[in-house]
């Protein structure tokens, strides 16, 4: 099999289990303060790009991991009453 095919295979398994692979432009300073902050990142690995990439999953992991009800301003303005 082909390295295209190969990269195809897996893409229609990801879209196939609703999954995603996302590019995303951060400030890789902040964000390696906050994983640091959060505890997701050793000390010793914030040079570590593949270490950084876990850290960043593995937060996206725990903010879907909670539940998450929209609050809208007609809510808000029904508990001011």
Known sequence: MTSA???MKRLR????SGRTVLLVEVDEVDLVEKLLALELLAPDRTEDRGA?????AALLKMIQAVDVYPVTRHDMDRENL
Do not use: G, K, L, V
Request: charged share 40%; aromatic share 0%; no cysteine.
């Open 5 to 7: 095919a190969t990269r």
């Open 13 to 16: 398994r990801r879209r196939a």
């Open 52 to 56: 950084i990439a876990r850290a960043t």
